[in-house]
């Protein structure tokens, strides 16, 4: 396999292929969940994959650049995607 850009190991472009089908899983694997639980009705009706993947990332940066209690964000994150009432 020959790679468009000579300064790149072929490999690269395995791994960048491999990378959108992991992510493409990961929000049809999120999607089954919202679904799941907006039937049940325990999430919002209004959730959406994009907002876990912020919750998701929200705690990993405050983590990452020690910005705070983690679990306070998690908390917080998630009491907004519990369904009213």
């Known amino acids: 396999m020959s790679s468009t850009n000579s300064s790149q ?3 690269d472009e395995i ?3 491999l990378a959108g089908g992991r992510e493409a899983l990961r929000r049809a694997w999120g999607a089954q969940l919202l679904a799941r639980g907006k039937e ?3 999430v919002r009706t209004d959730a959406e994959v994009g907002d876990v993947v912020m919750i998701v990332c929200g ?4 983590i990452r650049h020690d910005a705070g209690d983690w679990r306070r964000c998690v908390r917080n994150a998630c009491a907004g ?3 009213p009432g």
């Open 81 to 83: 995607l519990r369904a």
């Open 9 to 11: 190991p072929p490999g």
């Open 59 to 62: 705690p990993a940066a405050v």
């Open 40 to 42: 049940e009705g325990t």
């Open 15 to 17: 791994w960048r292929h």
